[in-house]
């Protein structure tokens, strides 16, 4: 089934925002026929929908601020806000890329982390028809690191207030059902934030100064436009349950930085790795989790080919 009215929360955030970008080079196959309307009805969430690219997909993207591709403001701890756009736009998908996904945050105030990872998707599941495909991201630290890989059915053992919070919402889906929960890691692309790792290399080098990553931990590196378009094809097709979509290789934060310096030819990069417990986190976090999945055939392109390949584009500002 084509997803042809997307609901995409949290437009405004790393993924989000590549999720409204995939969703516009998304080919819908329709029936001969009218297109599909834009909207029936002129009301205000129809007119903020944005209609890109295929012409019988509507693309709403809404978050709690309205703010780059997030064009409606929807607050996910507001039921009336969401039941107003539900019943306006009358979504038959959603993918939620809304979270408070702050680790060490959700460690120390983990009252917050209830209400911003699980009541939210709460709220939204409950204004839903069944009928209606969600999406969701989740985290490789539901996993406590320490077997050699794991793939969808492994069992999960998350050592953090936020992973813990993840995977609640994981099993409030499965058990509802009629969707696809993609878990990821080390997320990276363009961000008009600069909160993703990779910013954290660019500064470095512009500025000299030593960049300070934990020892140890190690994840793997996930392009935000590719994590999107799987993302996005998984749930247009039947697909259900959990899909891990990952970068193809596992690495500590300290052989990211070096690949990323390296694949976007950033001079003058100086890495101090230190013990995790001087590198001012606070939520404790698996040491290493290699995701695989025995449930799609979505590979990830090769990491240092695609940082120069797409260096300019990472490298330019979003605004
Ligand atoms: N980034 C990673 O490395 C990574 C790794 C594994 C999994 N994930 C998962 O991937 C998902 C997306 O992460 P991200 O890095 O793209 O997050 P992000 O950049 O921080 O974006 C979060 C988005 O959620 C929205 N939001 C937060 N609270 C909301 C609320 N109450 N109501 C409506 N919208 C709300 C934010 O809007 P406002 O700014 O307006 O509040 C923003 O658009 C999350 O579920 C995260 O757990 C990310």
Redesign the pocket.
Known sequence: MTISRLLV?????????EVMRAASSVELKLPTGPRVPFSSSPSSVAESAMLIGAPARVTLG????V?GF?TK?????DPRAINAVVTEFKPDGVI??????HVDGCEQDPARSSR??VQ?VKNLIAALADSVRVG??????VFDGKQAEYDERSKTHPLSVYAKH?RDVEELLLTRGNAMVA??????GA?A?R??FMYRVIDASEKKTALKVPTAQAGMP?W?VWLAKSALQLLDSDFEGIAHLTGPQVLTKGEWARVLAKGLALPDVEITEVPWQESGQIAPRPERVRLISTKHDLHHPPLLELLSQEREALLTKVV
Do not use: C, Q
């Open positions: 929360v949290g437009a405004s955030g790393l993924v989000g925002s809404v978050a709690r601020n703010s997030a403001a929807m607050d996910l701890l939620i890329a809304s979270a408070w996904p911003e990872n939210t969701f991201f989740s985290t490789e630290h993840k878990r990821t890691s080390y997320v990276f961000e934030k909160k993703n996930t935000a």
